[in-house]
């Protein structure tokens, strides 16, 4: 068994380590995630486990050369630049510090005997003083990485557990776990998670599934979440993002819901009271994509930004080359950084338009970002909205700006310095815009004149927010009719009560002859019909806007329930008490109105708004439905 060495140990998990087996071979060294400013990332995120030679430069049989873990993948038909940055391949780069055996469970390995013992930078490892305190001689000790000594189906089952970043640097420890993790079972897994509700039995046009998604490396968050919906104006738009897996391609297309037909006819329980029928069509609109992005064509890398030398590759544009779009017109894909908690309740307490966040504090969400403020003519985003490297990147939300540029004057050209704003960052996304020139040439003059310039701001529903549960049946997404103003999108929120509640605090007491059915019955709708009920808006109108209530019922238990519907069409649903929310154009004016919810199942709901006189109705829509091209 491996002892360990003379000399200090590590004080904590850092970012710089080498790992040494028990005969003073480095068999792993630990990399950290450069950040913007040449600063190191202390996080374990986004390290990148390699196989270190002995210190001359050279592989020795038992590892291979540091190199670009995406780079490792296909090497020959990607371009690591537009996947990873080139920092691994730094010469001379400090290696101070050491891992113990607990951080190889990076490699899903914590067992694994580890040789600790402290380094200075590009050493050779301490053989001499290995030797010491060790039975067996370096000199003749096999070269080996300990993983090798598992069976191959424990290698993959290790494999299949680590993320896509871990999986592509233990592509570039040894031969042996580079076999492994190149396999395409593990990459089609990596796919697979983030495209919901298919089933991938090729990898399209590509050669690999591993080259599939290192052309999306950025961007499989967007199909993932599959819903996104978004700041523009007063009403918003709601996308959905998904993957064709015919073409490779990942795309966003509006959600549109208009009325099948129109029919009113009064209400039985009050001739002055009009019941307004619904029955909305659900589609996508095909004809003009919001996102697009898309293979380049085999050996042309990805379908992301190429990083500028000396650049930050998480903040530049990516642009979005859509079909539909006129030469005049440039629309670039940004990724997003979370706003810090302790800021954001000060920023979201000065009430709509709640400082630009998005979304906004009536829609539940784990991450807020920094919008902009429609009709702004100068959009100029902080430093700190901008993600500095791949753990700052937020994966619920991006931003697209657009905006149309003038005939007749230059391209939105910059130089190739870090940090610097616009439309375009980089020689290489302005290259994308272009369609594939060839090589560039600068145009001279003033920088082109932008016309209505816009960033908007999506942000995503985490599935557990729209899914519905047993106690929790109205939770989902919903299209709802809004008279003159069209159909709307909603979230129907019902929030949980943590801890859930037992039947003693509930008042629930078994009945002497009650049978079970009707016990179990009982105690169900006692969850079921009980807390708060929320319809929140994704899309918005003139008069209230999106991320604002539409109406609210306090509670759906006895306490807040007026009876029980005897007329049709809304015979034997529970109606509750509730708020209606109303505001006249440009959400001036706003107040809640007294309303009634007619609860008719799980899929349908009706509003009767009390004040005016008339009756609206609200559907479920299946998001899933949407999802498979």
Known sequence: MPTEASGPKPSSLVAQSRAWDANGMCILQRLPEPMADGAQSPTRHGAAWCAADDGDGHDHGHGRPLETPWSSLESSSLEPSSLESSWLTQPNYPLD?????????????????????????????????????????PATAPRRCLLQLLPPELIDGILAHLPPYDLAAVSACCSLLRKHALGDAHWRRCVEQNVPCQVLERPGPCASFRELYASHDLVWFLPRYKVWFCDRDLTGRLVIARFDARRGCIEGYQLLAVRRRTSVEQWAADAQVVIHHFEPHVKLHLDKPVLHFGLRGPGKGSSSSRRRHGGNRFADEMPLA???????????????????????GHRVARGFPYDNVWPPPTIPASHRVSGARSGQTVVDLSPNDHPRSRSHVCQQSFRIRQWMQMAGSPPPLFSAGAGLPGPVSGFGAFSHVLGGLGSMTHHPGPEGIHIGEEIITYATLEPRYYTPTPTRPWRGIWVGDYSGHGCEFLLLNQPDEEPPLTDAQLGLVRGGEESHQAWEQRRREARIYRGRLEGIKLTGDPSVPRGEYSFVAPDLGRDGQVGLATEPPFTGAIIVQSR??????????????????????????????????????????????FVVP
């Open 97 to 137: 510090t050491v891992c113990s055996s607990a951080q190889m469970s990076l490699l899903g390995c914590p067992w694994a005997p580890v040789h600790v013992s402290p380094l200075k930078a590009n050493t050779a490892p301490p053989l001499a003083a290995a030797a010491t305190s060790l039975p067996c001689c």
């Open 322 to 344: 859509l079909a539909d779009r006129t030469g005049a017109l440039f629309c670039n894909f940004l990724l997003t950084r979370a706003i810090d908690h302790d800021a954001l």
């Open 580 to 625: 209606g929310h109303v505001a006249g154009t440009g959400f001036v004016g706003d107040k809640y109105i007294e309303s009634q919810l007619f609860l008719i199942s799980p899929d349908r709901i009706a509003q009767y708004w009390v004040g005016f006189g008339h009756i609206s109705f609200f559907q479920r829509i299946n998001i899933d439905d």
